[in-house]
């Protein structure tokens, strides 16, 4: 989801150094900003800025004399050198990747992420603070010794915040799980229609909330063959997983991890992301490249993730009583039925999750019948 305009953007980033994070300049203008350039060197950095020699300058003239509102750093900056780029730039909004990412899902409703951006402020704060404490700038009781402490403190509180955001969201996705015979997580790379692809499996209505989709999982249950599936749509993911991105996103690093299936759609980025991140989640991996809502498109995706659940064939024999008959008339409504003969009793087949079988034998032995394994 972007926003008008109310700000120009520059960005700044290293060229082969580390790989660009996908859609950065949509990041930035779903903030508000207008991206006027992208200002790149390739020759090493600058150990006080992480940034290479003369980009800081270029930077600062651009910022001067285009208005500038807000930098984005395409790569890690740590405290004290936002600290000292800060301080060497004219008045400006500086935000590395993890802040501009931080700062997309906060807007979309992302508690982590809101907890984790200002605790990122604080800690650049604090190093600002306690550097001017250190070159003597002031030795006052109520000066920067007061404010070090009030930081501390703010500093634990933030962090028993993320704490307790991080178990709600993992709680959540636990809760919308629980009873469901298989579970399914929807995602793929930025600017992919991972929204679209669960709301036409879903029948829900959603929207993506940033340019990483939604910016906190949402689930649904839906029926997929003959299993109860919960179906989730996850925040999309950037390639190889970075630390920083995973624990900014811990709902949907949950979903990954509990899901039997994982849908990735996308486009040619699939590939990549697929080798440096599914991989290390234990599920079956489908790929949607290029997605359709269409219902010929819906519908293949259906039957492929149907064919990627776990059945047994099992072969019912029953007498032909009103009992017997609520019971096949609930396996029909369940989609368990392959098929069916009528005569002096009812045979049927069918196909059901393993872990359903028990109780239904159960329920075939109060109807008076017989189950056996179809081999």
């Not at 950065?24 to 006027?36: D, S």
């Not at 919308?176 to 399914?184: C, E, F, K, P």
Request: proline content about 6%.
């Amino acid at each position: 989801m972007t926003v008008p305009p109310s700000g120009r953007a520059l960005i700044a980033t290293r060229d082969g150094v580390e790989p660009s994070t996908p859609a950065f300049e949509e990041h930035v203008a779903g903030l508000g900003y207008e991206p006027v350039d992208v200002l790149c060197q390739n020759r090493a950095e600058h150990n006080r800025y992480n940034l290479g020699p003369g980009l800081v300058d270029r930077i600062a003239d651009r910022i001067a004399t285009d208005d500038i509102e807000y930098l984005a750093v395409d790569h890690r900056v740590h405290p004290g050198q936002l600290v000292d780029l800060a301080e060497r730039l004219p008045p400006v909004r500086l935000r590395d990747r993890r802040g501009v990412v931080r700062e997309v899902l906060a807007d979309g409703g992302n508690p982590v992420a809101t907890v984790l951006g200002e605790r990122q402020r604080r800690r650049v704060e604090r190093r600002s603070v306690a550097r001017s404490q250190r070159d003597g700038a002031t030795n006052a009781p109520g000066g920067t010794d007061g404010r070090l402490d009030a930081l501390d403190a703010e500093l634990d509180r933030l962090d028993e915040r993320w704490e307790d955001r991080t178990a709600t969201q993992r709680r959540r996705i636990e809760d919308a799980n629980t009873g469901s015979d298989r579970y399914v997580a929807v995602t793929g790379p930025p600017t992919a229609p991972i929204v679209e692809c669960w709301r036409a499996l879903t029948g829900e209505n959603a929207e993506a909330t940033t340019v990483l989709g939604p910016a906190t999982p949402k689930t649904a249950r839906v029926r997929i063959a003959s299993h109860d599936v919960a179906v989730t749509a996850t925040t999309a993911l950037l390639p190889a997983l970075p630390e920083w991105f995973g624990t900014t996103v811990p709902g949907t690093i949950s979903a990954l991890s509990r899901a039997d299936v994982i849908v990735t759609v996308g486009t040619g980025e699939t590939d990549t992301l697929a080798a440096s991140t599914l991989d290390r989640f234990d599920a079956t991996h489908l790929r949607a490249d290029l997605f359709s809502t269409e219902v010929n498109s819906v519908e293949r995706l259906r039957e492929r993730l149907g064919s990627a659940f776990p059945v047994e064939r099992h072969v019912l024999t029953l007498p032909m009583t009103d009992g017997a008959m609520g019971f096949v008339s609930r396996c029909h409504d369940d989609g368990l039925v392959e098929s069916v003969e009528y005569g002096e009793t009812v045979s049927l087949t069918i196909a059901a999750p393993p872990e359903r079988i028990p109780m239904l034998t159960d329920q075939v032995n109060e109807a008076g019948g017989t189950i056996e394994r179809d081999i």
